[in-house]
């Protein structure tokens, strides 16, 4: 058998004066693994109820359960305990964004600078086409490494620009999905959406230090999709 | 789109090409200073005034300090923007930042002016 101990960030506003870490021990057989999220419910259905925490799909679909695991943001349901490579795990709540009870974050600033970048397709051609809009296969593979982004929200919470500027730097996520749009041969706002992002923060106060890239749980590069739109930017304005 | 009054550029993009447009000045200026003092070593006071006093040093001198002005005028708006998050204590910051810059600016005019 082998103890793992669990230091877990806890907070109920209703209750509490300030946030704590509680401890909790689980014992696990020597050659048994399991998911940070299942150890979680473990822990919730074993030791303390109160423990609150969201989830979902549990299988990194639908992004609900970023979390910051020893340090580091991810998905919990995804997350082998043993990929941690401690025995004692330290989960706090996504950082930058407000505790609304122990793991649990307030996602609101999160969504509003999504909603911002305007993340549906804006085609104004006078006459839709009779079935659909067509694209080649070139064009669609452009979205690919774009499209994919579940909005968990592991990268935004892990980048100092969008920590000091949530309400003006719109984040990785949301760049990442604006990006989705203007390389999309089928929407034609591309000079609008420009004009949008075009300020000191909303794109710019990306200073590229990849912190999103490292999280990302499904693999994408946020880093090179702000790249590509201040590539943009610039060479409409030179 | 958020409208910012206390930055140099009119915008993002000019805010970006500005930042690094005035970087490659500083540092060729910083790489052509140091390779002038490891050619000469041991420099008297002559050796400065003449190589100051040379019409090219003059422009690029003045080039790098315009740089330095425009570079840090951005560099520190944004780092003040981070971090401060009072805006009246950050404007006052920004302000004393940017009259210590021009006073930089001046007194490398009116030095090289002297030489």
Redesign the interface.
């Known amino acids: 058998m082998k103890k793992l101990t669990f230091s877990i960030y806890r907070y109920n506003p209703e209750v509490d004066t300030k946030p704590r870490m509680q401890d909790y021990t689980l014992e696990l057989e020597d050659n048994q693994d399991l998911m940070v999220l299942e150890a979680l419910i473990k822990i919730k259905e074993e030791q303390d109820p109160s423990l609150a925490f969201r989830r979902s799909c549990r299988e990194g679909v639908c992004g609900s359960d970023g979390l910051n695991m020893n340090g580091k943001n991810g998905l919990a349901c995804i997350t082998n305990l043993s990929s941690l490579k401690s025995n004692k795990i330290v989960i706090r709540p996504l950082p930058g964004l407000p505790v609304m009870r122990d793991l649990i974050v307030d996602m609101t600033q999160f969504y509003k600078q999504y909603e911002k970048v305007k993340p549906y397709l804006i085609n104004d051609e006078k006459t839709p086409p009779a079935r659909e809009r067509l694209q080649s296969p070139e064009e669609r593979a452009k979205l690919d490494g774009l499209y994919e982004c579940i909005l968990c929200a592991c990268c935004s919470t892990s980048c100092?620009?969008f920590w000091?500027?949530p309400d003006?730097f719109v984040g990785p996520a949301g760049l990442l999905h604006a990006y989705r749009f203007l390389a999309d041969s089928r929407d034609t706002a591309t000079e609008q959406r420009l004009?949008?992002?075009?300020?000191?923060?909303?794109?710019?106060?990306c200073h590229g230090i990849m912190n999103c890239v490292n999280v990302c749980p499904k693999g994408l590069n946020p880093t090179k999709a702000i790249g590509h739109i201040?590539s943009m930017?610039?060479s409409r304005?030179? | 789109?958020?409208?910012?009054a206390s930055?140099f550029?009119r915008?993002?993009?000019?805010?970006?090409?500005l930042l690094r447009a005035s970087a490659l000045i500083l540092a060729s200026y910083a790489v052509f200073l140091i390779a002038w003092l490891v050619c000469n070593p041991g420099v008297s006071y002559a050796d400065w005034v003449g190589f100051f006093g040379h019409i090219g040093v003059k422009i690029y001198t003045l080039l790098a300090l315009t740089g330095l002005l425009i570079h840090a005028w951005i560099g520190i708006w944004?780092v003040l923007?981070?971090?401060v998050k009072n805006s009246l204590l950050r404007g006052a910051i920004q302000y004393v930042v940017v009259i210590a810059l021009f006073v930089y600016w001046f007194t490398g005019l009116f030095v090289l002016w002297g030489v």
């Open positions: 100092p620009s000091w500027n003006k004009d949008d992002l075009d300020d000191a923060f909303s794109v710019f106060r201040k930017l610039l304005a030179v | 789109m958020v409208k910012i930055t550029g915008s993002g993009t000019h805010d970006y090409i944004q923007t981070d971090y």
